[in-house]
């Protein structure tokens, strides 16, 4: 009887890793350590329902590096999260800080739960008993969560308050990505969008793209996608599509934004907007654009569809959006991706600044945070482009193999304890 091997999250982040490892020619020692995660914590806790049911939740807190500094990484409310998930997206948040040159390693948590369903109350009390149950991995100097899928702002308040009760005063720096009322940072919100559009008009330059006004399509309209269009539209680019989960726009001569939004507001999605036409999301990928920006989900450009992708820059907003099997077939035909791994890392960085403003408890001013973001992502950008130039990889290979080498000299150097 045949048996179906599929290759789950982590073995492909363990891929990914080896492949680096190759390049840099990291000895078997140094590669046992690092393919593995550090700490795994599971956690089953029960939440008392509105309607006066105990429901048990299931949540995980992984940290897979913290050679460099402190774990970093994010907290997901999603039904269909596992163990195998939360230890892959550890390892790329190592790889991520370490590609940007932050001093943290990498963590993941996750509450598998569907936050939609849950009302404000239950939503907090889950999040507190959890906050609860990791509270001996989390904190300051330890690990640093942040808002991922399914969190945001509020929930991380209601951790960073939790972390507070039971240490008896106020510890703001034991998450990121907080409401400004309470020491979250100017400029955190649009942080992945603002990162995305310092990158994607620095490899315009690189490309020696001449077109006096460069079009853009963007899958997907949340957080990273919007504010990716807005700012991409600022600096002087054409947006011409942008789509939901439910489908997309287009208009050759650019959208209006603001009438877009208004649209969206009121309909609850971009589709029937008058002064486009509709499109599906696989239309929208395959537009003759300059810039691709998927900003929605995983594995949107494939094995199969790679070959009829017309953009000439992808800037992977959204994780993983360019599927393992796409990234020979798009570099062999001159599609330049700006990976995930810094096409979203604005995001971290920011949540970084916003760590050390906390810590020190004096905030900077917007400017100052956005000057420091261009200045961080766009010299990790130059790297990168210098590593994959001169070993002639792509993009993603090249970040990996830079990040992967930043934390095996940390752990050289640390040596092995006792
Ligand atoms: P979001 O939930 O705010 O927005 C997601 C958008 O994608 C929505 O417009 C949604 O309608 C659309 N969408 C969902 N499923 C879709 C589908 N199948 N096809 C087309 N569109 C679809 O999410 P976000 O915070 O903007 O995150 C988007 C991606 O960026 C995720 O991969 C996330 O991990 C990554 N990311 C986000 C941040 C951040 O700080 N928000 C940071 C780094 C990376």
Same mark, same amino acid.
């Given at each position: 009887?045949?048996?179906?091997?599929?290759?789950?999250?982590?073995?492909?982040?363990?891929?990914?890793?080896?492949?680096?490892?190759?390049?840099?020619?990291?000895?078997?020692?140094?590669?046992?350590?690092?393919?593995?995660?550090?700490?795994?914590?599971?956690?089953?806790?029960?939440?008392?329902?509105?309607?006066?049911?105990?429901?048990?939740? /299931?949540?995980?807190?992984?940290?897979?590096?913290?050679?460099? $500094?402190? !774990? %970093? *990484?994010?907290?997901?409310?999603? #039904?269909?999260?596992?163990?195998?998930?939360?230890?892959?997206?550890?390892?790329?948040? /190592?790889?991520?800080?370490?590609?940007?040159?932050?001093?943290? $390693?990498? !963590? %993941? *948590?996750?509450?598998?739960?569907? #936050?939609?369903?849950?009302?404000?109350?239950?939503?907090?009390?889950?999040?507190?008993?959890?906050?609860?149950?990791?509270?001996?991995?989390?904190?300051?100097?330890?690990?640093?969560?942040?808002?991922?899928?399914?969190?945001?702002?509020?929930?991380?308040?209601?951790?960073?308050?939790?972390?507070?009760?039971?240490?008896?005063?106020?510890?703001?720096?034991?998450?990121?990505?907080?409401?400004?009322?309470?020491?979250?940072?100017?400029?955190?919100?649009?942080?992945?969008?603002?990162?995305?559009?310092?990158?994607?008009?620095?490899?315009?330059?690189?490309?020696?793209?001449?077109?006096?006004?460069?079009?853009?399509?963007?899958?997907?309209?949340?957080?990273?996608?919007?504010?990716?269009?807005?700012?991409?539209?600022?600096?002087?680019?054409?947006?011409?599509?942008?789509?939901?989960?439910?489908?997309?726009?287009?208009?050759?001569?650019?959208?209006?934004?603001?009438?877009?939004?208004?649209?969206?507001?009121?309909?609850?999605?971009?589709?029937?907007?008058?002064?486009?036409?509709?499109?599906?999301?696989?239309?929208?990928?395959?537009?003759?654009?300059?810039?691709?920006?998927?900003?929605?989900?995983?594995?949107?450009?494939?094995?199969?569809?790679?070959?009829?992708?017309?953009?000439?820059?992808?800037?992977?907003?959204?994780?993983?959006?360019?599927?393992?099997?796409?990234?020979?077939?798009?570099?062999?035909?001159?599609?330049?991706?700006?990976?995930?791994?810094?096409?979203?890392?604005?995001?971290?960085?920011?949540?970084?600044?916003?760590?050390?403003?906390?810590?020190?408890?004096?905030?900077?001013?917007?400017?100052?945070?956005?000057?420091?973001?261009?200045?961080?992502?766009?010299?990790?950008?130059?790297?990168?482009?210098?590593?994959?130039?001169?070993?002639?990889?792509?993009?993603?290979?090249?970040?990996?193999?830079?990040?992967?080498?930043?934390?095996?000299?940390?752990?050289?150097?640390?040596?092995?304890?006792?």
């Amino acid at each position: 009887m045949a048996v179906e091997t599929r290759t789950s999250a982590f073995q492909t982040a363990q891929r990914r890793f080896d492949a680096a490892a190759d390049v840099i020619g990291l000895s078997d020692d140094a590669r046992a350590g690092l393919r593995e995660v550090k700490r795994e914590l599971t956690v089953h806790f029960p939440v008392r329902m509105d309607g006066g049911s105990v429901h048990v939740f /299931t949540g995980w807190r992984v940290q897979h590096n913290i050679s460099r $500094g402190p !774990a %970093k *990484g994010g907290i997901r409310y999603h #039904p269909n999260v596992d163990l195998d998930l939360v230890k892959a997206m550890a390892m790329l948040m /190592t790889w991520k800080c370490a590609a940007v040159g932050l001093p943290y $390693g990498g !963590a %993941k *948590g996750a509450v598998a739960c569907d #936050p939609s369903k849950l009302s404000l109350g239950e939503l907090e009390h889950l999040t507190r008993r959890y906050a609860t149950e990791i509270s001996i991995l989390i904190g300051p100097e330890k690990d640093i969560p942040a808002p991922d899928m399914g969190t945001n702002p509020q929930i991380m308040a209601w951790i960073m308050d939790t972390v507070s009760m039971h240490s008896g005063h106020s510890v703001t720096a034991s998450v990121t990505g907080k409401p400004v009322d309470v020491g979250g940072s100017e400029g955190r919100n649009e942080a992945p969008g603002r990162g995305a559009t310092y990158l994607t008009l620095e490899a315009l330059k690189y490309l020696h793209v001449e077109e006096e006004t460069p079009t853009v399509a963007i899958q997907g309209v949340g957080q990273v996608g919007r504010s990716a269009a807005r700012l991409l539209t600022e600096a002087g680019l054409r947006v011409v599509a942008v789509s939901d989960s439910r489908g997309a726009v287009y208009n050759a001569k650019g959208l209006d934004l603001a009438a877009l939004e208004e649209h969206r507001q009121v309909r609850g999605g971009v589709s029937g907007f008058k002064k486009a036409e509709n499109l599906s999301n696989e239309e929208l990928l395959e537009l003759p654009v300059t810039v691709l920006v998927p900003a929605a989900v995983q594995d949107q450009i494939t094995g199969e569809n790679a070959g009829r992708i017309r953009a000439r820059l992808i800037t992977e907003g959204a994780n993983a959006a360019v599927a393992p099997e796409a990234d020979p077939i798009l570099h062999d035909r001159g599609v330049f991706v700006i990976p995930d791994i810094i096409a979203n890392a604005g995001g971290v960085i920011v949540s970084y600044f916003e760590w050390v403003q906390d810590l020190q408890a004096f905030f900077w001013e917007e400017e100052e945070i956005n000057t420091k973001l261009h200045h961080v992502i766009t010299r990790a950008f130059y790297e990168i482009l210098h590593t994959s130039v001169n070993k002639r990889i792509d993009m993603r290979l090249a970040a990996y193999a830079l990040a992967v080498q930043r934390v095996a000299n940390a752990t050289t150097v640390r040596g092995i304890y006792p």
